[in-house]
Nanobody, 126 residues
Framework: QVQLVESGGGLVQPGGSLRISCAASGRAFSSSTMGWFRQAPGKEREFVAAIRWSDERTYYADSVKGRFTISRDNAKNTVYLQMNSLKPEDTAVYYC???????????????????WGQGTQVTVSS
């Protein structure tokens, strides 16, 4: 049974940094792609970043490119999202997700993922 557990969210001032983590268990992740999504109040869940576990190829939404960095630690089975230069519009619940099959939906689509974590709140405010 796959489990994804996010941690590290919190309150940060605009311009600040935060790193959130996703601890993965229950299955081999070597053939997976791991994604981060976020959902602000009243908005749809949106793609933030993804990393292909096997070769660490990364993908980013335009809104976070150059500010956020996704990475993974194979030994700890953990995926990270380093967020710098945070803006109030980055405020959201951030979700970790995993996918194994490259089916109909792309890695930017919530429907393209098999498993989800419970989310961690990130609030950017002064």
């Amino acid at each position: 049974q796959v489990q994804l557990v996010e941690s590290g969210g919190g309150l940060v001032q605009p311009g600040g940094s935060l790193r959130i983590s996703c601890a993965a268990s229950g299955r081999a992740f070597s053939s997976s792609t791991m994604g981060w999504f976020r959902q602000a109040p009243g908005k749809e869940r949106e793609f933030v970043a993804a990393i292909r576990w096997s070769d660490e190829r990364t993908y980013y939404a335009d809104s976070v490119k150059g500010r956020f960095t996704i990475s993974r630690d194979n030994a700890k089975n953990t995926v990270y999202l380093q967020m710098n230069s945070l803006k109030p519009e980055d405020t959201a619940v951030y979700y970790c997700a995993a996918r194994w099959a490259t089916g109909t939906y792309s890695y930017t689509n919530v429907r393209g993922y098999n498993n989800w974590g419970q989310g961690t709140q990130v609030t950017v405010s002064s």
